[in-house]
């Protein structure tokens, strides 16, 4: 089974890397941005780049400082709010 961003990646309006970064994360959940890099085949200079525009548009939420952590913001709504929290507190 095909997931909705495989099907009709027009409705994100997001550029190759950033849609590759979306698809990993509705894949496996969360991960750090080496992970990301490697998986995506994304150069690791550009990957803040890429997962900073992702939050700026809501898409994407993080956590933790030095090995930070990246989600999808509608995977879980109750952590989506917990990670908005940690993230302001810091």
């Known amino acids: 089974m095909t997931s909705f961003t495989e099907q009709n990646p027009e409705y994100l309006h997001l550029?190759?890397?950033a849609l590759a970064v979306y698809r990993l994360l509705e894949?496996?959940?969360e991960a750090t941005a080496e992970e990301i890099s490697a998986?995506?085949?994304?150069?690791?200079?550009?990957?803040?780049?890429?997962?900073?525009c992702?939050?700026?548009?809501?898409y994407v939420v993080s956590r933790g400082r030095?090995?930070?952590r990246f989600a999808l913001r509608?995977?879980?709504p109750?952590?989506?709010?917990?990670w908005q929290t940690e993230d302001k507190a810091r």
């Open 27 to 29: 894949e496996v959940g």
């Open 66 to 68: 030095k090995k930070k």
């Open 54 to 58: 992702l939050k700026q548009d809501g």
């Open 39 to 52: 998986k995506c085949n994304i150069p690791y200079s550009r990957i803040n780049v890429v997962v900073d």
């Open 15 to 17: 550029c190759n890397y």
């Open 78 to 82: 109750e952590l989506s709010c917990l």
């Open 74 to 76: 509608f995977k879980d």
